[in-house]
């Protein structure tokens, strides 16, 4: 049972460190100002930047993105939600796996698309499903509320019911135009790498080598792990290595005392029979001859 309990306890660390790479990646570049920002300052897309991201060891894939904060509105609920825009070479496997209905969204052709791809739990609190219109919603400081109508393609279930809830992916250009942002700039790239547990030390290295670089381009960029994005959630998967610790502890306390109780056992059981053994062997007293 001890040894269930621990496999299950592994299972669901690596489970939610791979949901949330689905998300988030494993490393990510952005603006040093709009590190877990919705709204951030936008980055200029370089060719630099990118090759230095691919002399990474361990590099895999990249991807630019860009996200913006909105509000989802139906007649019959609201929700607050980040537009997350893609291109056509964004690693669609992860939401190719949840997706639960419809289709993914066309992103990065010829003709701008308004699809978007959005979860089964925010879809069933607003009541859409693929092919539905939804209205979203876009403030801005000072400014009056921008509208914007999309098409629902695809409904997507992960099982992370925060990231769900907030999270739909659009075409890059989708969210470039709401931010009024030309289009060479995006909010970030994202990376995924060979192995997730070099996620930290790979954002280490990468971003040693912005910081000291002399290009332009490379100013005032952050390199950020998911761990480092999302620390409440990796916070508390590290909790449970307090829980695997305990069961290892008490594995080897009961481990030690059956050997103990065992050993034990053979002992008392084989007692009389040294006993008797002992006996046998001593010469019979002679009675003496009065």
């Known amino acids: 049972v001890m040894i269930l309990a621990m496999a299950v306890i592994m299972g669901f660390k690596r489970e939610v460190a791979r949901k949330m790479t689905g998300f988030a990646a494993h490393v990510a570049v952005t603006d040093i100002r709009g590190v877990n920002a919705l709204d951030a300052q936008p980055v ?6 990118e090759e230095l991201i691919r002399r990474t060891d361990g590099f895999v894939a990249m991807a630019p993105y860009a996200v913006k904060g909105g509000i989802v509105r139906t007649a019959d609920a609201v929700g607050e939600v980040m537009l997350k825009g ?44 693929p092919g539905d219109k939804v209205e979203m919603l876009f403030v801005e400081p000072g400014e009056l509320p921008r509208r914007d109508r999309f098409k629902v393609s695809g409904l997507y279930a992960s099982g992370m019911d925060d990231m769900d809830e907030r999270m739909i992916l659009t075409d890059l250009r989708n969210v470039q135009r709401l931010a009024e942002w030309s289009g060479d700039e995006v909010s970030g790239y994202e990376i995924l790498l060979e192995r997730a547990s070099d996620a930290d030390a790979c954002a280490a290295r990468l971003g040693h080598a912005l910081l000291y670089d002399d290009d332009p381009a490379t100013a005032n960029l952050a390199v950020t792990s998911v761990a480092e994005r999302y620390p409440n959630i990796f916070d508390w998967l590290r909790a449970h290595d307090v829980n695997a610790a305990v069961i290892i502890v008490i594995m080897l306390v009961v481990a030690f005392f059956n050997m103990a109780s065992a050993l034990l056992i053979l002992v008392l059981e084989r007692t009389r029979m040294i006993l008797s053994l002992i006996h046998i062997s001593e010469p019979t007293r002679r009675t003496p001859i009065s």
């Open 86 to 129: 893609v291109e056509a070479d964004y690693d669609w496997s992860y939401f190719r796996e949840w997706l639960v209905a419809g289709e993914l969204p066309r992103v990065g052709g010829e003709v701008r698309t308004k699809d978007i791809l959005l979860s089964q739990a925010l879809a069933s609190k607003l009541r859409l499903g």
């Open 44 to 49: 200029r897309r370089s060719a630099h930047v």
